[in-house]
Every structure is written in C-alpha cells, then in structure tokens.
C-alpha cells in the first residue's frame, strides 16, 4: 500500500492565510516569526499607502494599508498572493476588468517581491464561472474563498480552496483540538490533514485578540508532526506527489519533480528526492 505523506514523513499541516495586507500585519509577521509559523498574505497592491477604518467594530479600528516600499521585508519568508488590484466584487465585472484586475495585481507584487506570484484569494470570497476563467489564464495556481469546511482536508480543486475556518469564527478552538490531537485510526486512505485558518490582522485589534492569537500560536508551534506551510508550498508539493510515475508492479517509482517527497509504502516512510527513482530495495 503506498500512501503519500507530507515534507520529512509528517501527516499534518498548518497553514494561515490573511487579507488585505494592512499595517497590523507589522505586528502579526512578528508574533508569526516568533513562533516559526507560515503564513500567505493577500495583498491589494492598487491600495498600498491608503488609510481608512475598518467597519463593524464597536471601537475605532484602522485599515490603513502597508507600503509598497515594506512589502519585500516585512513578508520575507512568508508568501505574498494576489487579491486584485483594487478588492472589487469580480462577479460583478466583465471579463476584461477581472483579468486586469488580477493581471495587474500579480505583475506589481512580482516586482516588489521578486518571484513569481501565483496564488490568489477571492475579495469577498466570491466568483463565479467567468472568474475562473480569467484565474486560470492568468496563471494562478490556487486561490482561497471564505466557505469554512470545519475539517482538514486537501481541496478537490485548488481554485476554490476552502479553509477550515475563520481564527474568529465559533468552534475554532475545538477543531484546533482535534487536529492536533488526531491519530490515524486506518491506512486504507491518504491520512493527510491540513488545518488552514484565514483572517485579517486588523480583526485582532477590533476583537482584542492578540493575546487568543498568541496562545494559537504557541499550542501549534514545535508540534513535531506537523509542517509549517505557506499555500503555494502546498500546492507545488502536491503537485510534485501527483506527478509521480509508477512501474505497473508499483515496484519502481520515478520522481520527475524538482521537489523531494515522501511516501508510507507498506508501512515504512520512503523519500524520493527531485529526478530520483527508486525500487523496492531502496527503503529507508
């Protein structure tokens, strides 16, 4: 039986997505860092510099954004995604719009962060068909909605990636407990699990929770069993697992990726390294 497993032979995943890319982000990229967490930070990059309040809270809250000039620096070592230009309703929009929106969006942050950007999550968490479309032309490889699946497992297409839950939403503590709590009880399917959790970073001075956030991030960091992960790394390993080539004995397993990955076969966890091929002797 041969079941794919995540980086060093690890069964879990944590990964944090936030939007907007506002200046409390500042002070969340150092909470994470401190705690050696991964996060993907979703930005607007026709909103750099602006200044605004954020609704729906019962004390003043700002939502002003980051410059253009800090988002090489602050977000080093985490992965910066697209959010379109200008965070619009895309529904709403004509193909044109949606593409220059999400184009142009993508094209400024690969300048500023100097790699290719191609992941996404949805303003507002909507699309529709033509949105898709536009998504996939413009070469995103994933992008996040809000719709919380309350469980952890991996999307049956990344361009409508569902997260776990909200870091605000009600239950988010129980399911934080059964994730890091959960055993594997069989081996007759794929035992990865994922717990992705989405936000904003001005939520946790509208809510006062930064210090809630803090104590999320100490039960989740050092777990042993666990892989640390931004969105893209996520995607790109799991394409490197399904671009596995096998013997029709499954006796020889081929890895044409660049990206080394792991498999549990009959029971012993095996590393294939990018461009390697192994057969049932090479066991480790």
Known sequence: MIIPLFPEGKEKCLTLSYDDGVTQDRRFVALLNQYHLKATFNLNSGCFGKSALANGFSKPVTHNKINASEVKSLYSGHEVAVHTRTHPHLEYLSSESIAYEIRTDRENLENLVNY??????????????????????????????????????????????????????????????????????????????????????????????????????????????????????????????????????????????????????????????????????NRI
């Open 116 to 281: 290719p950007v191609t992941g996404m999550a949805y303003p507002f968490g909507t699309y529709n068909k033509l949105v898709l479309e536009e998504v996939k032309k413009a070469g995103i490889q994933y992008s996040r909605t809000v719709q919380s699946t309350k469980t952890f497992a991996l999307p049956q297409d990344f361009l409508c990636w569902h997260p776990t839950c909200h870091f605000g939403e009600d239950g988010m503590e129980s399911l934080l407990q059964r994730f890091l709590y959960s055993s594997q009880e069989s081996c007759e399917q794929s035992i990865l699990k994922v717990f992705y959790l989405w936000g904003h970073s001005y939520e946790l001075d509208g809510n006062d929770t930064w210090e809630k956030m803090e104590d999320f991030c100490q039960k989740v960091s050092h777990q042993k069993d666990i892989w640390y992960a931004t969105n893209i790394e996520i995607v790109e390993y799991q394409s490197a697992l399904k671009r596995l080539i096998f013997s029709e004995n499954k006796q020889i397993i081929k890895n044409p990726s660049a990206l080394p990955v792991w498999l549990m076969i009959d029971h012993k966890i095996i590393k294939i390294n990018g461009g390697e091929t192994i057969f049932s002797t």
